[in-house]
């Protein structure tokens, strides 16, 4: 990512239409329920869910046991323990990620949702949990859940589980977790997760395994990546009917597979769990179709297609998601455009975002690197990259353009990508001024050639300078395998509040980072830290900031009293900035120091 403290020297969706399902015969009222004081260890119904197709099949179950006191990813203070059972259950092996959210009835009275099952159990995944009615219609009317708890269920008494003695159960955010619990072995603990399918489809493979990594303390594990979206006509949307919730989607597809619980009019219940647990949310809401259940170990779970945008999720926190029928989320749109110029290879790639800053910073990047990796047809590799990006925000006279040019011995296109970042933060993240951005467009040419400069020598016309006055500094410059040198003087202010003593000229590319780090670790430890300030007191000036400065192209020559890491900025606290740059044709490599007296 560019380093915004150097460039700081110099410097100082719209809603897309969509097909949606017809409104027939719902009544808005809530189904029949059954309170969960009214139920008991030993009562027997059947669940709906669908396992291939659009087609709501039965499971038959029998209730356990009332687990109380517990919390957690499943924000509820009880769940329901039963064992399901039937034909079903024989096809699916039992319990399969994808099944969260399906109805559950005793005597034609709804009880919960399917929410967790257990990753120890095998062959057959017969024991489940189930989130109460009541927890997740609080999340439908927007009412908040009854608080946090411990995330550990206790039994009203020790129960015999697979051949196990059970009287505690905790309920792990992500299966990674709960394969560690598991692992340690804690006596009469039996370890559930949250039992939705998460896919991801479009991306190349090394974006999926980042992706893969930054999402995993979000919850999430990535089941499938094929599949995506079917040109399937849409059913009625019932309880038990399989939809899909994205993030992204498009050429890149990022998002789950759940099942509708409840349907109240146009309002609908999904999941029994928060997606991420956010609360007040905006994401996609898509028809499903199973294509199969794949019977994997350690983790079975739903195959599916997504199809048309049928309404939005709003709610993502405590028992369950809840969304709408029909409105559609407002997205912001991403356009990505790769050129080899060596091959005339060209991918273009659209996908829409949801308006969440955290998943349009990530996912942007992501997508840009899957369509560059396209196009050259591999992964990594040495080359040159030129960038153009075009940020369109609702407010804004014009577009926001930023170019830059990117060099990589080994990985040219994890380089070109960094900049999208910057432009993900200004568009969501800048703390002048709140934004409304619909686009983002990158168009990237790459070529093998080596488009690099190195400075190869600085001089300094005088070594002693007075505050106020002007230092003049030759750099020399060696194109990459260019016979001839290039010369360039460069004029730099001393500030008149300059302080008087030693001090050194810094001469290095404006858009060099120190972090001697491959850039795809870069990347990864960029996207998962917290973004950076930017540093400037007006938008005004965040928006020159991000268009002019900071480019790799650019030659920068910095004055710093001695002592100062190059890293800071202290430098542009003076009534002048004391530093100074000249643009180049080349990714500028190479620094160079040369101590000088302000007298």
Request: charged residues 20%; proline residues 7%; positive net charge.
């Amino acid at each position: 990512m560019t380093n915004r403290l150097t460039a700081l020297a110099v410097m100082l969706v719209l809603a897309v239409p969509a097909l949606t399902l017809p409104v027939v015969g719902v009544a808005a009222q809530t189904p029949p329920i059954m309170p969960l004081n009214e139920i008991r260890p030993g009562m027997k119904g059947v669940g709906k869910t669908v396992i291939y197709g659009q087609r709501v099949e039965e499971f038959q179950f029998e209730v356990i046991d009332i687990m109380q006191s517990g919390g957690g990813p499943v924000g509820t203070d009880k769940l329901i323990l039963f064992r399901m059972y039937g034909p079903l259950v024989e096809k699916t092996g039992g319990t399969a990620a994808g099944m969260s959210g399906s109805p559950m009835y005793i005597n034609g009275r709804l009880i919960g949702a399917l929410s967790a099952s257990f990753s120890w159990q095998a062959p057959k995944r017969d024991i489940a949990l189930a989130t109460p009615i009541e927890e997740m219609l609080k999340v439908l009317d927007r009412r908040r859940p009854s608080g946090q708890w411990p995330r550990i269920y206790h039994a009203s008494r020790t129960l015999t589980i697979g051949g196990r003695a059970v009287d505690r159960v905790l309920v792990a955010p992500t299966p990674a977790l709960a394969r560690r619990y598991e692992t340690a072995g804690h006596a009469g603990t039996a370890v559930a997760t949250p039992a939705v399918a998460t896919f991801a489809r479009g991306l190349s493979p090394r974006a999926a395994r980042i992706l893969a990594e930054l999402i995993q303390p979000m919850g999430h594990e990535i089941l499938q990546g094929h599949g995506g979206r079917g040109d399937f006509v849409a059913g009625p949307i019932v309880p038990g009917s399989s939809v899909g919730i994205q993030q992204i989607r498009g050429d890149i597809d990022f998002g789950g597979i759940c099942t509708v619980t409840a349907r109240i009019g146009n309002r609908v219940l999904v999941c029994g769990h928060p997606w991420d647990n956010l609360g007040d949310v905006d994401y996609i809401l898509t028809a499903s179709e199973i294509l199969t259940v794949l019977r994997a170990l350690p983790r079975p779970f739903k195959v599916g297609n997504l199809g048309e945008m049928i309404g939005l999720i709003d709610q993502d926190r405590g028992g369950a998601i809840a969304g709408s029928l029909g409105p559609l989320p407002r997205l912001f749109n991403l356009r990505v455009i790769v050129t080899d110029m060596d091959t005339g290879s060209r991918v273009q790639l659209g996908a829409q975002i949801i308006r969440r800053r955290d998943m349009a910073r990530m996912l942007a990047p992501l997508a840009a690197l899957s369509a560059t990796e396209r196009a050259r047809n591999q992964g990594g590799g040495e080359g040159t990259a030129t960038v153009k990006l075009t940020l369109r925000a609702k407010g804004l006279p014009a577009a926001i353009v930023r170019e830059n040019m990117f060099y990589s011995t080994r990985d040219v296109a994890v380089a070109s990508v960094l900049d999208i970042v910057d432009a993900m933060e200004l568009a969501f993240y800048n703390d002048l001024r709140r934004l409304d951005p619909y686009d983002l467009t990158v168009e990237t040419s790459l070529t093998r050639r080596r488009v690099t400069a190195s400075i190869v020598e600085a001089e300094a016309a005088s070594r002693e300078v007075s505050p106020g006055g002007t230092l003049l500094v030759r750099v020399v410059l060696q194109p990459y395998l260019a016979e001839s040198r290039v010369i360039r003087i460069i004029e730099v202010p001393i500030p008149r509040d300059f302080p008087r003593g030693p001090a050194v000229v810094v001469v290095q590319s404006a858009g060099m980072d120190s972090a001697r780090v491959p850039v795809e670790v870069r990347l990864g430890q960029t996207l998962g830290a917290e973004p950076e300030p930017w540093g400037v007191d007006t938008l005004e000036n965040a928006l020159r900031f991000f268009e002019s400065f900071g480019r790799n192209t650019d030659v920068l020559v910095r004055v710093l009293p001695y002592g100062l890491p190059a890293t800071q900025a202290e430098f542009t606290r003076f009534d002048v900035p004391a530093a100074r740059f000249i643009r180049t044709d080349w990714v500028i490599q190479g620094s160079e120091r040369i101590p000088i007296l302000i007298r």
